[in-house]
């Protein structure tokens, strides 16, 4: 009740007819639909979806390829790339986003869409590589040996043996990697330009103004599309395990 009751409470007044939230003032589909003309949400959405999307991948297929590269090092060289791909993730948000502002800055980059996204995937890549290095370690020892022995080249052992063995940990680094990116401010905030901003920004800019039910609305959809999406996934996992 204390980690959803927020929750349930944001659901409850996005159908209330009334801007406030300290009274019921009748029941109401009008912020949903504001919500669809609404431009500067729908287009901090788009943005918000894009950029997700796009590192998610980039950033799971980067992180896939190292994570194999890692375990296949030995001895204090592998501890060191380790240690340097622990950094990103213990460091502060702030610190981040403070270094790669000063990086594209260097450069003389034109702050956007495209700083935005390299920083989304610079900070997602590390988080894909601890979700797929387990899944490495529990393959069976030269298993890509054996393959190679009965005539599979490297590339076809790892599309058709270490690929589809190390796939749940692809699939967790991703769906960490998306979810960081949608809910990312810090970095996105120092590292976006004029015209680019995604939802994280766009609600900081409203609360120095009120926010507005609208927002009530979006995050109720968007709860109610992760909890279907989770609800699907848990049930396709059932009927895989009654099949065996």
Do not use: C
Request: net charge positive.
């Amino acid at each position: 009740m204390f980690l959803y009751a927020p929750i349930m409470a944001l659901a409850v007044f996005s159908f209330n007819d009334s801007k406030s939230m300290a009274h019921w003032n009748g029941f109401t589909f009008k912020w949903y639909e504001q919500l669809i003309h609404n431009e500067s949400i729908m287009n901090a959405l788009y943005y918000t979806l894009l950029v997700a999307v796009i590192s998610s991948i980039i950033a799971t297929i980067v992180g896939t390829i190292s994570a194999i590269g890692i375990h296949k090092m030995r001895g204090k060289r592998r501890k060191l790339i380790l240690n340097i791909n622990y950094l990103p993730v213990l460091n502060p948000d702030i610190v981040t986003a403070v270094s790669l502002m000063s990086l594209y800055a260097f450069f003389s980059l034109n702050f956007g869409f495209t700083t935005m996204l390299l920083s989304h995937i610079m900070f997602s890549i590390p988080y894909v590589i601890l979700s797929v290095l387990p899944k490495i370690k529990q393959l069976p020892q030269n298993i890509e040996e054996a393959a190679m022995d009965l005539g599979a080249t490297p590339m076809y052992a790892l599309r058709k043996v270490i690929l589809p063995q190390i796939k749940p940990g692809i699939i967790s680094g991703f769906l960490i990697a998306f979810t960081m990116s949608i809910d990312d401010f810090v970095i996105s905030f120092f590292n976006t330009g004029n015209g680019v901003s995604n939802l994280s920004i766009e609600i900081y800019g409203m609360a120095r103004r009120g926010i507005k039910p609208e927002i009530n609305a979006l995050s109720t959809i968007m709860f109610a599309v992760v909890l279907i999406l989770l609800l699907i996934s848990n049930k396709k996992q059932s009927i895989v395990r009654g099949g065996k």
